[in-house]
């Protein structure tokens, strides 16, 4: 299995200030099409898990391009750059080149 | 609008069974691939199955010869039978709809699972 390990698990961030998650994948996600499967979700309290970006800098229908993804390969980061307080939740990494894992989670709270 | 509502979940004695439902509503189930995904209490996401547009069906390891997941197209369900429930099955049970290259775009609010005697 492919395991994602996402850094930091938690990440305290002030209104208006950006903030950064890493996810850093056990082999690299390039799969024999071509593509790099790598997403990130969101988990808002008492929300259903929301897609935010897909293939790896593509944002989904609806998110805010405050919103970004980049990288490649095996390291892969999350940034939004001016946090805002509907923000607040859990970010997950997520693969599906070869089925589907998940990394840890980061919980991202307001300081 | 595309909508997932999940059902089914509830306590069940270790080695019980439970079929979860997934009603669709905003797309036709037969025309994406669907999946289930799980989350035990405080820890991260573990993917269950998968049915694909054709038909296949494949599962993780951890659940395969016990859990099948199906559908029915008149009633754009999506279904997990759940057979010789064990402790470690207790989580939350999330449907999710796929569509390529995209991924699993749409979730379900989930439904709990616990097995307990």
């Known amino acids: 299995d492919i395991v994602m390990t996402q850094t930091p698990l938690s990440s305290p961030v002030t209104l208006g200030q950006p903030a950064s998650i890493s996810c850093r994948s056990s082999q690299s996600l390039v799969h024999s099409d071509g593509n790099t499967y790598l997403s990130w979700l969101q988990q808002r309290p008492g929300q259903p898990l929301r897609l935010l970006i897909y293939?790896?800098?593509n944002r989904f229908s609806g998110v805010p391009d405050r919103f970004s993804g980049s990288g490649a390969g095996t390291d892969f980061t999350l940034k939004i750059s001016r946090v805002e307080a509907e923000d607040v939740g859990v970010y997950y990494c997520m693969q599906a080149t070869q089925w589907w894992t998940f990394g840890q989670g980061t919980k991202v709270e307001i300081k | 609008e595309v909508q997932l509502v999940e059902s089914g979940g509830g306590l069940v004695q270790p080695g019980g069974s439970l079929r979860l439902s997934c009603a669709a509503s905003g797309f036709t189930v037969s025309s994406n691939y669907m999946s289930w995904v799980r989350q035990a209490p405080g820890k991260g996401l573990e993917w269950v199955s998968v049915i694909y547009t054709g038909g296949s069906t494949y599962s993780a390891d951890s659940v395969k010869g016990r859990f099948t997941i199906s559908r029915d197209n008149s009633k754009n369900t999506l279904y997990l039978q759940m057979n010789s429930l064990r402790a470690e099955d207790t989580a939350v049970y999330y449907c999710a709809r796929g569509s390529s290259p995209v991924g699993l775009d749409y979730w379900g609010q989930g439904t709990l699972v616990t097995v307990s005697s």
């Open positions: 293939m790896i800098s």
